[in-house]
């Protein structure tokens, strides 16, 4: 998936949104945030093979992997599933030596914006008691329980932005920062 493809579907959603019901706010930030995972997915394994973004950006590797099939056959190990947001903030240090990926990771404000995603989106996905839990305390602040749809619709006081919006727009900036020589 390219940064336009994946910047498209989210504009698709967005319009979609406009006169939506609240449950809507909830699955189109589920689908955008499973599409922007295959996408950080596929940059990470096309910078790992040396493979440059569409700007012409590929940053300078550590580790060179021969190819994909090499790279996945060392990040699954013996596990048939490859959580690749972990294994990116895990080892991506490892293998660039400009990680293009700190932008997401060791940036505070992205980083924590990224944690509020995962824990929104595993709850959506689960339901479980350890999501939910999760949920209540990354996204809200260990207070009072309220749906997905109604969090993602609620207004963020410090920057009168919805929930919703300030997700969406933190995908859409750092799948543009990742395609770019990152600033040391």
Do not use: W
């Amino acid at each position: 998936m390219e940064n336009d493809e994946l910047k498209a579907y989210i504009d698709g959603c967005n319009q979609s949104l406009s006169t939506a019901i609240p449950m809507l706010y909830e699955a189109s930030f589920f689908k955008i945030y499973v599409k922007f995972q295959a996408y950080l997915s596929n940059v990470f394994e096309n910078y790992c093979v040396g493979i440059a973004s569409g700007q012409g950006y590929c940053p300078q590797r550590k580790l060179a992997f021969t190819d994909k099939e090499h790279l996945r056959a060392i990040l699954k190990g013996d596990k048939q599933y490859v959580e690749y947001i972990k294994k990116i903030e895990a080892l991506s240090k490892h293998i660039f030596i400009d990680n293009p990926f700190n932008i997401i990771f060791d940036v505070t404000d992205n980083l924590t914006v990224m944690n509020q995603m995962m824990a929104l989106r595993n709850y959506i996905a689960h339901e479980s008691g350890e999501s939910k839990t999760k949920y209540i305390k990354t996204c809200l602040g260990n207070g009072q329980f309220v749906e997905p749809a109604e969090y993602l619709i609620k207004k963020n006081r410090r920057l009168s932005k919805s929930n919703y919006t300030i997700f969406i727009g933190k995908i859409v900036e750092l799948s543009d920062m990742i395609l770019e020589r990152p600033l040391v």
